[in-house]
């Protein structure tokens, strides 16, 4: 099974789960005698304030028919209110009663007191994740709804320097990747936070920079040019890699672009990069830059015996 595939089954798994955990599944929500469609409606009424029915079919995704049968029942209950619009007599528009407003209030206190018991099993940072990517998800399903042909995108920075955090994420990433792609073990994973360690000490050399991808504060990405380890004016290239969710999306290119920059600026001679033979993907990223394959070798430096290879870029 492809890791796309895998995806789509684990998001779908879960949104099963949440629908049937929420009481969707239920003739009645939030420990209402309403509708799932009726008591949001009464939220969306409550967040934007007097609307007409048009503007809660547009939000609600539902047929005007369905809508209009729904509100005629809230209506009838007491718990919306039809007032003309001053701009135009011929326009209602739906505003909460007092028995409304009393209704949406425990709502909020019912869905607020769900919520709260579910993240307090969570960790603080799994908390901010769920928050973050759920929110993401949503647009995006919103965005197909609605036929947008614009990418739902997070927002994302490439800082340079030292961040906290970023010795063990940047480790996490390559063991994770590495380990699940082509079974690298604990020799790999130690190796890279060692060397990390060591580098991240040395940040304050002119000649050593580290660049960082973050999304919403998270290290997704990374590169560094140590221009100590080779000697010779030689600049070493290390730590290249994204998230499994940012590949693709051309956040590589411009880290190497930002590292490339840097090198031509320090005039060192030429940039070197080590590898292994399978991955192709970020092979031709490297010879869009205008590195070419050296020199190539069994070796077993990553704790695993594998067709190693050397790039070499220089800088005339």
């Not at 779908?12 to 949001?40: C, K, W």
């Not at 409606?41 to 369905?66: D, N, P, R, Y």
């Not at 998230?243 to 930002?258: F, M, P, T, V, Y």
Request: aromatic share 8%; net charge negative.
């Amino acid at each position: 099974m492809t890791s796309e595939l895998q995806t789509i089954q684990s998001i779908r798994a879960a949104s099963r789960l949440i629908v049937r955990e929420l009481g969707f599944m239920n003739q009645n929500l939030a420990a209402t005698d309403y509708h799932p469609s009726a008591v949001h409606s009464m939220l969306e009424v409550e967040t934007h304030g007097a609307m007409t029915a048009a503007q809660l079919v547009q939000i609600l995704g539902l047929e005007k028919s369905s809508v209009s049968r729904m509100l005629a029942k809230l209506v009838e209950a007491g718990e919306l209110e039809e007032t003309p619009s001053a701009d135009d007599a011929r326009t209602k528009l739906l505003s909460l009663t007092g028995k409304g407003r009393e209704t949406v209030q425990n709502i909020n206190i019912y869905a607020d007191q769900r919520v709260a018991a579910a993240l307090g099993k969570l960790d603080p940072f799994t908390q901010e994740a769920v928050s973050k990517s759920l929110s993401s998800y949503a647009i995006a399903l919103k965005a197909c709804r609605e036929n947008s042909a614009e990418k739902v995108r997070n927002s994302f920075k490439i800082v340079s320097g030292y961040h906290a955090g970023m010795i063990g994420r940047i480790t996490e990433m390559h063991g994770s990747y590495y380990a699940r792609e082509y079974d690298f073990g604990n020799f790999f994973e130690a190796k890279v936070a060692a060397g990390l360690a060591d580098f991240s000490a040395r940040l304050d050399k002119p000649c050593n920079q580290i660049w960082l991808v973050m999304v919403n504060e998270r290290i997704v990405g990374s590169v560094a040019i140590d221009g100590e380890d080779l000697g010779n004016n030689e600049a070493h290239l290390r730590w290249f890699i994204l998230d499994d969710g940012c590949r693709g999306s051309g956040l590589g290119r411009k880290l190497i672009a930002e590292a490339m920059s840097f090198c031509d600026e320090q005039k060192f001679d030429s940039v070197q990069l080590w590898t292994f033979n399978k991955l192709i993907a970020a092979r031709r990223l490297y010879e869009s830059f205008g590195f070419e394959l050296s020199k190539e070798w069994e070796g077993d430096q990553w704790g695993s015996t594998i067709t190693e290879q050397q790039f070499t870029r220089k800088i005339i």
